[in-house]
């Protein structure tokens, strides 16, 4: 494997566990280098760290946040 694929597989924990959970990347990585950039990407799809997931689990925060202030206010209301 090349010497930076290395270095940058080393100093990210999550490439590091993907390569773990999919080894068939070891090959492919050795024998098609410039393929880097879509083990990056296969591996934050896995790990859930895409742009899409991201906009998601905020958006379930946001929800979540608005649930409790719509539920503190009821509790606060004065009674109907």
Request: net charge neutral; hydrophobic share 40%; no cysteine.
């Amino acid at each position: 494997m090349r010497q930076n694929i290395y270095e940058f597989i080393q100093t990210n924990e999550d490439m590091r566990n993907y390569l773990r959970v999919q080894p068939a990347w070891y090959k492919r990585l050795m024998r098609n280098p410039h393929e880097v950039d879509v083990f990056e990407t296969e591996a934050k799809y896995y790990f859930e760290k895409s742009i899409p997931h991201r906009v998601s689990k905020f958006s379930e925060s946001v929800q979540v946040a608005s649930m409790m202030l719509h539920m503190f206010q009821a509790m606060n209301a004065p009674g109907e």
